[in-house]
């Protein structure tokens, strides 16, 4: 089956302006996640759906950041204005979790090969 | 709240080594427990994964792992290091099976020696 794909894989950018990252997750899964991953750092999750609504975006910095997944199918994360912190991978995720009491996923994520922010 | 420490940033094995990464996690509910590997330009691999049933879980290429409540650890092993295994280690908490907040640790990166 065909895994998680996102892109660009690469964008370099001047601070101030803006970038869009495109997502579309394995076929059949329910949950996408976007993770930024700081050089040196761990994944940091900035939004989760289930579906086409948002479970977790509490740490989605919302005065630069937006995300959306009109259709429960694919996705896509922008920033705007960019600011030199937001230098990162931008990796997009999928699971076949289902909210409880509709049935238990494997609890795996699978991840694309993720976008690389430079913001100069 | 969870939150995983990796205790090690950087460990360095000779080709044909044991392997140890060590990980201990800080969770309120009985969570599932995750290892991921993540080559250099590459997204990150599920190696293996705890959820509640046997304590020692085996994963992909050799790798296990033993779950410790009592130690609050889940630490990843392999008995002989291969070049290949040379990548950034992340070992993840979840409080449940519906993928709900799943929390990375900071990695541990791993480089085998020839």
């Known amino acids: 089956e065909a895994g998680v794909a996102q892109s660009p894989r690469y964008k370099i950018i001047e601070k101030r302006q803006s970038v869009a990252f495109w997502c579309n997750p394995i076929?059949?899964?329910?949950?996408l996640y976007w993770y930024q991953q700081i050089l040196g750092q761990g994944p940091k999750l900035l939004i989760q759906?289930?579906?086409?609504?948002?479970?977790?975006d509490s740490q989605l910095p919302k005065d630069r950041f937006s995300a959306e997944r009109l259709k429960g199918v694919d996705s896509t994360l922008k920033i705007q204005p960019a600011k030199l912190e937001d230098s990162a991978v931008y990796l997009c995720a999928s699971s076949l979790q289902q909210p409880p009491g509709q049935g238990i996923g494997t609890g795996e994520l699978f991840f694309g090969e993720g976008s690389r922010l430079t913001v100069l | 709240a969870q939150s995983v420490t990796q205790l090690d940033s950087h460990v360095s094995v000779s080709e044909g080594t044991p392997v140890l990464l060590r990980c201990n996690y800080s969770?309120?509910?009985?969570?599932?427990l995750f290892w991921y590997v993540q080559h250099p330009n590459k997204g990150l691999q599920l190696l293996l994964k705890?959820?509640?049933?046997?304590?020692l879980v085996k994963g992909i290429n050799g790798f296990e792992a033993e779950f410790k409540k009592s130690e609050t650890s889940f630490h990843l092993t392999k008995p002989s290091a291969h070049m290949s295994d040379a990548a950034e280690y992340f070992c993840?908490?979840?409080?449940?099976?519906?993928?709900?907040?799943?929390?990375f640790g900071p990695g541990t990166r791993l480089s085998v020696l020839p």
């Open positions: 076929s059949g899964h329910a949950t």
């Open positions: 759906f289930q579906n086409n609504g948002v479970v977790d």
């Open positions: 993840v908490v979840s409080p449940d099976n519906y993928g709900q907040n799943f929390v």
């Open positions: 705890y959820t509640s049933a046997a304590t």
């Open positions: 969770s309120s509910y009985s969570p599932s």
